[in-house]
């Protein structure tokens, strides 16, 4: 069985006390699976409650949203990478979709907060994907090839550092709104991403889907041999359904 990674984007949702009683009932239900990762991105105010419930193991791991890319300082309302890693992240999303288009993030800034997390040595899930506009367009593989290029060969220079990211596919017209790319859709996409990165030695990245991943798709997504696992937002939220998902999308 290839390895899968599922990752869970509580975005702002679940505070601390939610975030304890959340992981109780998923852990109860859960055991461990051979190749299997679940990875939790809660609110940063979260992060410590999730890394301390989830404890040191290698199958689960807590990470955190967003960060900035300078490591401390007068920025305030910002959470930096070497923080979130105090507060037991070990990976960290960078480049989502709702950092770019409702808080305005650029691909350079993108690039930046991806070198931060990498000298912070945690993991990057770099998220790209493309609005509906340019995939009505025909844009899909330029956007997504012009957001892989920029973010990882930016700041300290990362392109080195493309075998060590995740990658995260997330079609912007896919998230939240129930409608899905179809696994063969996801499928294109990620032969192309897959493509560009082994043309800069990478050849062992993962790709992870996203974009309404849901119990009743999320088996068909991941019978796609490309797809390397699920960014999930909606359907990460209530932990039994997670747990339910985590367990029965197997391939
Ligand atoms: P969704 O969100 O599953 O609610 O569509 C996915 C994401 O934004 O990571």
Known sequence: MRPLVFAANWKMNLGPAEARDYLATFLKAYSPQPNRQVWFFPPAVSLEAVATGLGN???LLAGVQDVYWEPKGAFTGATSAPLAAQAGAKAALIGHSERRHVF?????????KLAAVLEAKLHPVLCVGETLEQRDAGRTLEVVTRQLETALSGGGGARAATARVTIAYEPVWAIGT????????????????RAWLEQHEATETRILYGGSVNLK??????AEPELDGVLVGGASLDPTGWGELVRTAAV
């Not at 305005?104 to 930046?112: A, F, H, N």
């Not at 899905?180 to 991403?193: G, L, Q, Y």
């Not at 798709?217 to 991941?222: E, I, K, P, Q, V």
């Open 178 to 193: 129930g409608r899905n790319a179809t696994p063969h859709d996801a499928a294109t996409v990620h032969a192309a991403i």
């Open 217 to 222: 798709n999320a088996a068909d997504l991941l």
């Open 57 to 59: 193991r290698a199958d």
């Open 104 to 112: 305005g993030e650029t691909d350079e800034q993108t690039g930046r």
